[in-house]
């Protein structure tokens, strides 16, 4: 991240853009959700391009807001670690996979949270023609 001039909120930033880049490549129009970083489409309109409303976030357990996902499918996850300007781990699309594991689970740590995937949403694509979308748009989004 050093080499790239980069800190953690833009690190995510490109990540999270080369993930929204990747849907764009297949009709598919994601979001990001203030809070709760991630991308995330509409389950009823996964290929609709109305920008999600801004939306007042209901009170958590201890008075904090939370994000509103109210009609949302979270379909791209980051998972990342930094230790000394370096960046491990970093972004999962889920393009067509096996989603009951999540039913059993508050996906990122939000009860209520579905998550969905590619071919939940009728894209059919395989996983190699998504991760080559992918890995170009990475490439170009964290290029210096």
Request: with cysteine; proline share 6%; aromatic share 4%.
């Amino acid at each position: 991240m050093r080499r790239l001039g980069l800190h953690v909120k833009e690190y995510v930033h490109r990540l999270e853009q080369s993930a929204l880049r990747t849907l764009e490549a297949v009709e598919v129009t994601g979001h990001r959700v203030a809070g709760a970083p991630g991308v995330y489409v509409r389950s009823a309109d996964p290929r609709g391009h109305r920008m999600l409303e801004r939306r007042s976030a209901p009170q958590g357990e201890a008075g904090q807001e939370g994000p509103d996902f109210t009609g949302l499918a979270k379909i791209a996850a980051l998972g990342i670690k930094v230790s000394r300007h370096c960046a491990y781990h970093g972004l999962a699309l889920n393009v067509a996979m096996d989603l009951k594991p999540f039913a059993g689970i508050d996906p990122c740590g939000y009860a209520g949270l579905v998550t969905t995937d590619l071919s939940t949403i009728g894209v059919r694509s395989s996983p190699e023609a998504v991760a080559e979308i992918l890995g170009a748009r990475l490439a170009a989004g964290l290029s210096p």
